[in-house]
């Protein structure tokens, strides 16, 4: 299931007695982190790696929003998910360029980003964002207006861009069961992404005995349904077929249907 997570801001004064990370310049570009943005970044995986989580990548597009949302952030001089005439956080996400099946923010203002970070890490939903385990890349800016910082930590789980057949090819590899055969016969494969394609019923003369159609951002597993249906041991043969998404919606995802035969 797709997960958009708008949450609360981070909002405080400063505090004196933590060290700073201030920012290089407002006009920054997003592809080259500023001090201040490469702190946020490796103070999360710190926090991650204390809880045994996978690092966080740097995404340059998801930066890229972050950047123009922290700067809008800057000439209101508050903090906001979301301005008036602004896209919200995963149509930002999507016009960057950016893949993802997650999407979560945190955005902050203070002095420095050692405060930020801090109030992030004590505030529940804040902190739930940072060490989410389903999320493994972040775009984090710093703008410096008026004295204050302000800042937005994006977060996605992303979505690779690969070929129908790789898809295809991942699912296939997860189809391994004693007696099943998987067909990459070019016919055959034709037929699943047609029925892949349709919303009901199935493609082809030759009636399957199952159909399962399902999407995902991920394609390490199967439906518990389709494992289920495969550990009977009535099929013999399976066929995979890939399509495209027919619903216009800023998350991405794999649509994928599996045919299966006696």
């Excluded at 129908?164 to 037929?191: D, K, M, N, R, Y």
């Excluded at 009977?232 to 649509?255: D, I, K, L």
Aim: a negative charge; charged letters at 15%.
């Amino acid at each position: 299931m797709h997960t958009l997570r708008a949450l609360l801001l981070g909002f405080a004064a400063a505090i004196g007695a933590l060290p700073s990370a201030v920012a290089q310049a407002v006009d920054g570009s997003a592809d080259s982190a500023t001090v201040a943005e490469q702190y946020l970044l490796s103070a999360a995986n710190q926090e991650r790696a204390a809880l045994g989580l996978s690092q966080l990548r740097r995404n340059p597009k998801l930066a890229r929003a972050a950047t123009e949302h922290a700067r809008a952030m800057a000439e209101h001089g508050t903090i906001s998910h979301q301005f008036p005439g602004e896209p919200e956080l995963s149509n930002r996400a999507a016009h960057a360029g950016v893949s993802f099946s997650v999407i979560a923010e945190n955005v902050g203002m203070a002095t420095s980003a050692v405060t930020i970070h801090d109030l992030w890490m004590h505030s529940e939903h804040h902190r739930a964002n940072i060490l989410d385990p389903a999320i493994d890349s972040a775009g984090i800016a710093v703008v410096a207006s008026g004295g204050q910082l302000y800042a937005v930590e994006d977060f996605a789980k992303t979505v690779p861009s690969i070929s129908f057949l790789q898809q295809e090819s991942t699912i296939g590899s997860l189809l391994s069961q004693p007696g099943l055969t998987l067909s990459t016969a070019p016919e055959s494969v034709s037929i699943a992404r047609e029925t892949c394609a349709m919303p009901t019923g199935y493609a082809g003369e030759r009636r399957p005995w199952f159909v399962m159609r399902f999407t995902s951002g991920s394609l390490t597993r199967l439906p518990a349904e389709l494992k289920s249906q495969i550990a009977t041991g009535h099929y013999r043969q399976a066929v995979v077929g890939a399509c495209s998404s027919t619903e216009a919606s800023p998350f991405s995802s794999y649509n994928i249907a599996v045919l299966l035969y006696p």
